[in-house]
């Protein structure tokens, strides 16, 4: 498929921040935007790259109505030597497939995803951050745009990607966070959308989100939905804990989003020796563990953090330090390794990265 370029007027570049370091997450976007069009039976049409601004769309498009729409996020890591980097992008463009499956909407091959990136960038490549740790967050996204009132799938959908410059999420170091254990709220249910990049998933944690930050805590520790007792997720992170030297994260169930950083996680753990357990774990033996010392250290991850280390965690209105708020070893250990690779500072024994040719 052709790749329509249309650059934008250079009078109306969009302000490039002053200091990368103190870019406010989701706030800046770069000057252009990927955008196409699909229409059923015929398939995607009209691939472009246009100036960024506002979509066209009408009032009674379905995503506006029924939520059919789902979204991605990576990133672009600029190395040392200029050049411009992915790191496991393939993993983002098939669960972006899985999502586009599990909600009913047209599937997009994952090279002509990657071409899409890769056509944005050569425009965009001046907005990928210089600085260490900063980054260029892409979100490709994908919406039903047919005009139409009725539930059913959507025979029209856009696909857009933006993108625009992030700063590193820990410039003052590590910070671990307070999290609030939701015994009343639940993310998502076995069987419904859980494991899907959509829409409906994050409007669905806001209410219990607010409820953690008005008593204090920084993220929801979400249970499953049916027993409110096994662990599922943090916020928008896959959870680990590490449990005298075991490392356990809850399996892929069907409510939880299987991470792109949680796998990478599970793949550095066994190459390093790491006794890995992919099992449910209940929030009473969570609390048990860190009541007896015998849990080690708690953390999230996900794109945006990598590695977000857990200090605190509220439980039916009971606080527990989990090792006294400090920053565990092996958290550190996999953030590191991580970052390293994904800035080419560290070997990529597993094939990671991928140059994006600007
Ligand atoms: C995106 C996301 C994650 C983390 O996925 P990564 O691929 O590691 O960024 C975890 N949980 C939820 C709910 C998410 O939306």
Partial sequence: MDIRIEPVDPRH??????????????????????????????????????????????????????????????????????????????????????????????????????????????LDREWVPHHVGSSLYIRPTMIASEAHLGVRPATQYLYFIITGPVAAYYAEGFNPVRIYVSDQYVRAVRGGVGEAKTMANYASSLYAAEYAKKKGFTQVLWLDAVERRFVEEVGTMNIFFRIKDELVTPPLSGSILPGVTRDSVIQLALHWGIQVSERPIAIEEVIDAVGSGDMREIFGTGTAAVVSPVGEISYKDKSYRVRDGAVGDWAKRFYDEIVGIQYGEREDRFGWIRQVKV
Wanted: charged share 30%.
């Fill in 13 to 122: 570049r969009r302000p490039k921040p002053e200091d990368e370091t103190k870019l406010i997450f989701g706030r800046t976007f770069s000057d252009h935007m990927f955008l196409m069009d699909y229409q059923s039976p015929d398939g995607w049409k009209n691939a472009r790259v246009v100036p960024y601004g506002p979509l066209n769309l009408d009032p009674a498009a379905m995503v506006l109505h029924y939520g059919q729409g789902i979204f991605e996020g990576l990133k672009g890591y600029r190395w040392k030597d200029g050049g411009i980097h992915l790191f496991r992008a393939e993993k983002n463009w098939e669960r972006f497939n899985r999502s586009a499956r599990r909600m009913c909407m047209p599937e997009i091959d994952a090279n002509l995803q990657f071409r899409a990136v890769e056509e944005l960038l050569k």
